[in-house]
C-alpha cells in the first residue's frame, strides 16, 4: 500500500518554505490514483495549521524540526479530521519519517502519535478564537473589531465547492450534486472534474465573488480591466463592453490572459503588460470604464486559499492599502467625463475597503459616489458593497464605485 503520507508531505514542505499551496500542488508529482485524496489532506492541514500548532505545542517540551513537524501535522490531521486507524496513520508517519533518513525521529513521532492529548483552550478570547477558527490571532482582533459575534461565522465558512461559468451546455452536468447562484449558468459544485468541453470554451471556473463583481458593472464602449489576470473577469465584461484593455503587471500573467480568452474566443480582449500604480499617458481619460481589482490581503477567500493565513502578516495590510490607494489614484486619471471607476478586493477588512474609498474621495473631488446593486447577498458598508463568506456563498469580497463628474 502506498503511504498516505508521503505525497503530502512533499507538498507541504514546499508550502511550508513559502510557496503557495497551488503552486506547490502542480509542480510536485503525485501518484494520479489518489490525488484527490492527497489534496485534500494538503488543504486540511493548512486549514487546521493553527489548531495543530496548539496540539503539537502542547504535548512536546521542544519544538520539533520543521521536517518533523509537518509529518505530526499531517498524521494528527488524519487521526483527528478523517477518522483514520490509529495503528496505520502512526506507522506510516514512522515509516516516512525513517524514509526521510531520520531514523533519530522515528521513536519520537512514534511515542507522540501514541500519547498525545488534546489541551485545553486559551482562556483569552482571542486566542481562543484563534484555535478554534485556526486562523493567526491578529486577523481574528480585526475582525472582532468589525464584525464582532460574526467573526468565528466568517473563519469558519466552508468553501461550497467549484463555481462554474456556462457558456452553453450546463444542463448536461446539472444532475451533479450542486447549489445554485443568483447569475444565470452559473453554478457551485460539490465535485467538478473539466473535460474536453472546458478547452472547447463551453464553461470556466470563476468564483461567484468575481462573477458578482462582473454583474454590477454597467456596460459601454471600452473597459480598462487593471489588475487583470488570470482575465476571467476581462473575459466576462467583453460581454458588456465594445472592447476590454486586460492589463497585467508581470508578462508570465499576461500570457494566462491572452490563453483564457482564446479558450472563451473573447476576440474584443487585448492583453497588455502595465503598472497600475505608473501613470501610462496613452491611457489618460480614454476609457468609459475602469476596473481596479486590486491587489489584496485575501482574507475574503481563506476558506479556498488557506496558505492566506500561513503567509499574510498584520504589517503586510498597511503597505497594500498604499498600493490599494495609488492604483485607484493612478488609474481614476484614465476615466472618461462621465465614465465610472470601480474598486474590488477578495478582503474583509474595512481597511483595504471602505479606508481606501474614503481617502480616495477626500483627495479626488471629481468623482462622487456612485454604489452598485448586485443580486448576491452582501452587506451595506457607508461606502460600498461588502460579501462575507458565510452569507455570500463562501464569496469574501467588496465593491463599490465612483462616477467622474
Given at each position: 500500500m502506498t503511504n498516505p503520507l508521503c505525497d503530502p508531505y512533499f507538498i507541504l514542505s514546499k508550502v511550508y518554505g513559502g510557496k503557495f499551496l497551488k503552486q506547490a500542488i502542480a509542480e510536485t508529482a503525485v501518484e494520479p490514483l489518489h490525488k484527490a485524496r492527497t489534496v485534500k489532506i494538503c488543504y486540511g492541514v493548512l486549514e487546521k495549521d493553527v489548531y495543530l500548532e496548539h496540539i503539537i505545542g502542547a504535548n512536546v517540551k521542544k519544538q520539533p524540526k520543521s521536517s518533523v513537524k509537518i509529518i505530526l501535522k499531517t498524521a494528527v490531521y488524519m487521526l483527528e479530521f478523517m477518522q483514520k486507524h490509529d495503528y496505520m496513520v502512526v506507522d506510516f508517519a514512522v515509516e516516512l519519517t525513517k524514509k526521510l533518513g531520520k531514523e533519530g525521529a522515528a521513536g519520537f513521532v512514534n511515542a507522540f502519535l501514541r500519547s498525545y492529548k488534546i489541551p485545553e483552550l486559551p482562556e483569552k478570547t482571542e486566542?481562543?478564537?484563534?484555535?478554534?477558527?485556526?486562523?493567526?490571532?491578529?486577523?481574528?482582533?480585526?475582525?472582532?473589531?468589525?464584525?464582532?459575534?460574526?467573526?468565528?461565522?466568517?473563519?469558519?465558512?466552508?468553501?461550497?465547492?467549484?463555481?462554474?461559468?456556462?457558456?452553453?451546455?450546463?444542463?448536461?452536468?446539472?444532475?451533479?450534486?450542486?447549489?445554485?447562484?443568483?447569475f444565470e449558468n452559473v453554478y457551485i459544485f460539490e465535485n467538478f472534474v473539466r473535460d474536453e468541453n472546458f478547452f472547447a470554451g463551453d464553461y470556466t471556473f470563476q468564483s461567484v465573488g468575481s462573477v458578482a463583481i462582473c454583474s454590477a458593472i454597467e456596460g459601454g464602449g471600452n473597459l480598462l480591466d487593471a489588475c487583470a489576470a488570470p482575465g476571467g473577469k476581462s473575459v466576462l465584461l467583453s460581454k458588456k463592453f465594445e472592447t476590454v484593455v486586460a492589463s497585467e503587471l508581470h508578462a508570465h500573467r499576461v500570457e494566462l490572459i491572452e490563453s483564457y480568452k482564446s479558450r472563451m474566443g473573447a476576440n474584443n480582449v487585448t492583453a497588455a503588460l502595465g503598472d497600475g500604480t505608473i501613470f501610462n499617458?496613452?491611457?489618460?481619460?480614454?476609457?468609459?470604464?475602469?476596473?481596479?481589482?486590486?491587489?489584496?490581503?485575501?482574507?475574503?477567500?481563506?476558506?479556498?486559499?488557506?496558505?492566506?493565513?500561513?503567509?499574510?502578516?498584520?504589517?503586510?495590510?498597511?503597505?497594500?492599502?498604499?498600493?490599494?490607494?495609488?492604483?485607484?489614484?493612478?488609474?481614476?486619471?484614465?476615466?472618461?467625463?462621465?465614465?465610472?471607476?470601480?474598486?474590488?478586493?477578495?478582503?474583509?477588512?474595512?481597511?483595504e475597503n471602505d479606508s481606501v474609498v474614503y481617502n480616495f474621495l477626500q483627495l479626488h473631488p471629481e468623482y462622487a459616489l456612485n454604489k452598485p446593486n448586485c443580486a448576491l447577498n452582501h452587506r451595506q458598508t457607508k461606502l460600498g458593497l461588502q460579501f462575507l463568506p458565510h452569507i455570500s456563498l463562501g464569496a469574501g469580497f467588496y465593491l463599490t464605485a465612483f462616477k467622474k463628474l
Amino acid at each position: 500500500m502506498t503511504n498516505p503520507l508521503c505525497d503530502p508531505y512533499f507538498i507541504l514542505s514546499k508550502v511550508y518554505g513559502g510557496k503557495f499551496l497551488k503552486q506547490a500542488i502542480a509542480e510536485t508529482a503525485v501518484e494520479p490514483l489518489h490525488k484527490a485524496r492527497t489534496v485534500k489532506i494538503c488543504y486540511g492541514v493548512l486549514e487546521k495549521d493553527v489548531y495543530l500548532e496548539h496540539i503539537i505545542g502542547a504535548n512536546v517540551k521542544k519544538q520539533p524540526k520543521s521536517s518533523v513537524k509537518i509529518i505530526l501535522k499531517t498524521a494528527v490531521y488524519m487521526l483527528e479530521f478523517m477518522q483514520k486507524h490509529d495503528y496505520m496513520v502512526v506507522d506510516f508517519a514512522v515509516e516516512l519519517t525513517k524514509k526521510l533518513g531520520k531514523e533519530g525521529a522515528a521513536g519520537f513521532v512514534n511515542a507522540f502519535l501514541r500519547s498525545y492529548k488534546i489541551p485545553e483552550l486559551p482562556e483569552k478570547t482571542e486566542e481562543r478564537l484563534s484555535v478554534e477558527c485556526s486562523a493567526p490571532v491578529w486577523l481574528v482582533k480585526k475582525l472582532k473589531r468589525s464584525y464582532k459575534s460574526e467573526t468565528a461565522d466568517i473563519l469558519n465558512a466552508p468553501s461550497l465547492g467549484v463555481c462554474v461559468r456556462f457558456e452553453r451546455g450546463a444542463e448536461k452536468y446539472l444532475d451533479k450534486p450542486h447549489t445554485n447562484t443568483p447569475f444565470e449558468n452559473v453554478y457551485i459544485f460539490e465535485n467538478f472534474v473539466r473535460d474536453e468541453n472546458f478547452f472547447a470554451g463551453d464553461y470556466t471556473f470563476q468564483s461567484v465573488g468575481s462573477v458578482a463583481i462582473c454583474s454590477a458593472i454597467e456596460g459601454g464602449g471600452n473597459l480598462l480591466d487593471a489588475c487583470a489576470a488570470p482575465g476571467g473577469k476581462s473575459v466576462l465584461l467583453s460581454k458588456k463592453f465594445e472592447t476590454v484593455v486586460a492589463s497585467e503587471l508581470h508578462a508570465h500573467r499576461v500570457e494566462l490572459i491572452e490563453s483564457y480568452k482564446s479558450r472563451m474566443g473573447a476576440n474584443n480582449v487585448t492583453a497588455a503588460l502595465g503598472d497600475g500604480t505608473i501613470f501610462n499617458p496613452d491611457y489618460e481619460g480614454r476609457f468609459d470604464a475602469v476596473l481596479c481589482d486590486v491587489p489584496c490581503s485575501g482574507t475574503g477567500v481563506i476558506n479556498e486559499n488557506p496558505d492566506i493565513k500561513l503567509f499574510r502578516k498584520e504589517e503586510d495590510v498597511e503597505s497594500l492599502t498604499k498600493t490599494q490607494l495609488k492604483i485607484l489614484e493612478n488609474c481614476s486619471r484614465y476615466v472618461k467625463s462621465g465614465g465610472s471607476l470601480y474598486y474590488s478586493t477578495c478582503s474583509v477588512l474595512p481597511e483595504e475597503n471602505d479606508s481606501v474609498v474614503y481617502n480616495f474621495l477626500q483627495l479626488h473631488p471629481e468623482y462622487a459616489l456612485n454604489k452598485p446593486n448586485c443580486a448576491l447577498n452582501h452587506r451595506q458598508t457607508k461606502l460600498g458593497l461588502q460579501f462575507l463568506p458565510h452569507i455570500s456563498l463562501g464569496a469574501g469580497f467588496y465593491l463599490t464605485a465612483f462616477k467622474k463628474l
